[in-house]
């Protein structure tokens, strides 16, 4: 059953990240890497951005359009927070006969942000960067259940506090694209990405995904 698939008639891109909050509510981002990659054969309708669909009443708003390519979301434990990472240094072109692929520019968006959540937890605001990723792009976005926020890049995985500092690296021999914690306890986490799977057993608990506090 497909709950959303357009924003008032104009195809989504590329449905790439979400959570749901103790609402229901899903927060998504919507960057064009479908296109950018030949995944689809429907050139983009809609600009890069992020939205918020309410299932029970079936309103979409747009939260933030001013990412090159949104990419990972992710919402504090607090529900205070929500982070979303700008991975526009990997992009491609929009153009119908343009080259397919999407390749590196070092000096592109690879920025972790982090907002606050406003009207009653509806909206989002003040922007700030807190992470320039050190390699790659923040590809994949998480928070622990206190607090740190995870991001995937390049060969590993970054640990920062809610303000942006590193605090640890996990170290991969290839590509992290995304992780999830699992487990009884939330303390065993899966990284995946390109051509490998890691487990890393720590204290470090992710949130109840399945039970949302905020």
């Known amino acids: 059953m497909t709950l959303l698939n357009n924003y008032f008639g104009y195809y989504f891109n590329c449905v790439d990240d979400l959570f749901v909050d103790k609402t229901g509510a899903v927060w998504f981002t919507d960057p064009e890497y479908s296109w950018f990659n030949r995944l689809t054969d429907t050139p983009p309708q809609l600009p890069p951005a992020s939205y918020r669909f309410d299932p029970a009443t079936g309103a979409v ?8 390519q949104p990419n990972g979301i992710a919402l504090s434990p607090d529900g205070k927070h929500v982070y979303i990472s700008d991975t526009g240094a990997v992009s491609g072109s929009v153009t119908p006969d343009g080259p397919p692929g999407s390749p590196w520019n070092q000096t592109g968006a690879r920025t972790v942000y982090k907002y606050d959540r406003v009207d009653n937890g509806t909206h989002i605001t003040g922007k700030r960067p807190i992470w320039l990723s050190q390699d790659w792009v923040p590809d994949g976005l998480k928070v622990a259940a206190n607090g740190y926020v995870l991001t995937g890049a390049g ?20 590509t992290v694209q995304n992780f999830a914690w699992v487990g009884e306890s939330l303390t065993e986490f899966w990284i995946m990405g390109n051509n490998g799977v890691s487990r890393v057993r720590w204290e470090l608990k992710g949130q109840d995904l399945a039970n949302p506090t905020a």
């Open 61 to 68: 708003t747009v939260i933030d359009d001013s990412l090159k």
């Open 155 to 174: 060969s590993g995985v970054d640990i920062l506090d809610p303000f942006g500092v590193l605090i640890a690296r996990v170290q991969t021999n290839y």
